[in-house]
């Protein structure tokens, strides 16, 4: 009788093991096909559609370009125009390193804590980003004194990608100097040869925009600068000309970076005969 006790606790003991072994097994398979679901079928498809979350802006993009560091900044209530000026910078990457971003449209909007957005804002859109270039951007918005500006909201899609040679403008050697009254000076090229084609950058028919996002100390975006380049001669192929920006940047400003948006004009429309693509 015990003999029969001990090898029933046994079997029971046995079929035990065997369900609890069977229910991991199952977990395991369960695991591994939901990690198999979420992994992208292709490098490409994260970059396709992704949403990502930062504590203070919020990024959706369709495309290869995204934002990897943004800030914005309220300026103090303007009497004149009954709101707060908010102005801000955003650095845009294009993560396909194969294929230049063209036609580049932004949208910016602020929401306050109750999820509330502060208005319509009006999209812009850039002539393009190099493969794995980045894209210093920056702009403005109005926002009244009901209404305190909690985070920013950053929409990107693209007309297309392009394999074919892009190239920008390169914007170096910018210096903030003076403590009064502060400017931003620095260079800028001409990378359009002429067998590409004639680039105006200013003067007349200039359709240049430069973009200046200023940072602190620490490293963070504090604002920027938008000016077009109606004031400046456009410098021969594979020459530069100096610039010097004299609207003051904020008095915590200690770096500058800035982008030509080559063919952008006003509205954010692009030259449909841009040298940048041609």
Known sequence: MNEQRQQAGSNSRHRALKWIGGVLLALIVLSAIGAHQKSPSSPNQSILASASIHPNFT????SSVTVIQAGFVRQPYDKFFGAENITYGLVLK???????????Q???NFIDSKGT????????????IPANGNFYFTGSALSSIDKQPDTMTI???????SSAHFVLPAVENLRIAGAVLPTVTGVFNNP????????TAGGAGGAGTLYIVYFDSRGKIIG????????????????VDHFTISTAPPSSAVRAEASIDP????????????????
């Open 59 to 62: 990024v959706t993009t369709h």
């Open 94 to 104: 294009n993560r396909s390193t194969k294929l230049a971003a063209i036609g580049v």
């Open 106 to 108: 932004v949208t910016v």
């Open 117 to 128: 957005k502060m208005g319509v804002i009006f999209p812009v859109t850039l002539t393009g």
């Open 155 to 161: 929409d990107i899609v693209i007309d297309r990608s």
């Open 192 to 199: 359009y040869g002429s067998q590409s084609g004639q680039w």
């Open 224 to 239: 920027g600068n938008t000016e077009y380049m109606g004031n400046y001669e456009t410098p021969q192929p594979g020459a």
């Open 263 to 278: 063919c952008s004009e006003v509205l954010g429309n692009l030259s449909p005969n841009c040298v940048a693509y041609q």
